[in-house]
T-cell receptor, first 116, second 114 residues
Framework: AQTVTQSQPEMSVQEAETVTLSCTYD???????LFWYKQPPSRQMILVIR??????QNATENRFSVNFQKAAKSFSLKISDSQLGDAAMYFC?????????????FGTGTRLQVTL | NAGVTQTPKFQVLKTGQSMTLQCAQD?????MSWYRQDPGMGLRLIHY???????DQGEVPNGYNVSRSTTEDFPLRLLSAAPSQTSVYFC?????????????FGSGTQLSVL
């Protein structure tokens, strides 16, 4: 069964600095997607970034990028130039079924605080 | 853009009561799913559907029923609520097209069972 581990329950970063959130996973699939979701206090789940496992190039979305190490099954999220609005819970997720995001396994989340 | 709409946003039930959490999406997505979120835990899959008339169990299905009579709607039924079902419930949908692989979430339902 797929498992997702986020070993950092809480992280703190100063505004304008860079922070990296860790995620490791276990899957027997060879082709899959990985996701980072953000959950602000509003409770809404917001997709931050998506990585396709068969692509060697790391995904980037504006200030957000990933460091994907397929062999190590590691999928970390880097947030550059942190802003107050980045404060939220961040969840890493891996599909339970190859080729579809319809069923995801989520990590327990990392709460990110952004300080002035 | 309505996206995924969940109702109600908040609900308080007494143990043993029944209720239905509603979920509707207007994106013509084939896949729909229900998750629950408990404190200190990630979202866990309750039930999912790959199309009208097709449903299957997820990681934590006990105590919940679902049906999918239309592409748009995917209600979640609690037949006899228990305090252990106090949680935040999220409905989500996604497209079958690989190029659009991502989940769209509703805004969640906070359910308390006393």
């Amino acid at each position: 069964a797929q498992t997702v581990t986020q070993s950092q329950p809480e992280m703190s970063v100063q505004e304008a600095e860079t922070v990296t959130l860790s995620c490791t996973y276990d899957t027997s699939e060879s082709d899959y997607y990985l996701f980072w979701y953000k959950q602000p206090p509003s409770r809404q789940m917001i997709l931050v970034i998506r990585q396709e496992a068969y692509k060697q190039q790391n995904a980037t979305e504006n200030r957000f990028s990933v460091n994907f190490q397929k062999a190590a099954k590691s999928f970390s999220l880097k947030i550059s130039d942190s802003q107050l609005g980045d404060a939220a819970m961040y969840f890493c997720a891996v599909p339970l079924l190859t080729g579809t995001a319809s069923k995801l396994t989520f990590g327990t989340g990392t709460r990110l605080q952004v300080t002035l | 853009n309505a996206g995924v709409t969940q109702t109600p946003k908040f609900q308080v039930l007494k143990t043993g009561q029944s209720m239905t959490l509603q979920c509707a999406q207007d994106m013509n997505h084939e896949y729909m799913s229900w998750y629950r979120q408990d404190p200190g835990m990630g979202l866990r899959l309750i039930h999912y559907s790959v199309g009208a008339g097709i449903t299957d169990q997820g990681e934590v299905p006990n105590g919940y029923n679902v049906s999918r009579s239309t592409t748009e709607d995917f209600p979640l039924r609690l037949l006899s609520a228990a305090p252990s079902q106090t949680s935040v419930y999220f409905c989500a949908s996604s497209s079958r097209e690989a190029s659009n692989e991502k989940l769209f979430f509703g805004s969640g339902t906070q359910l308390s069972v006393l």
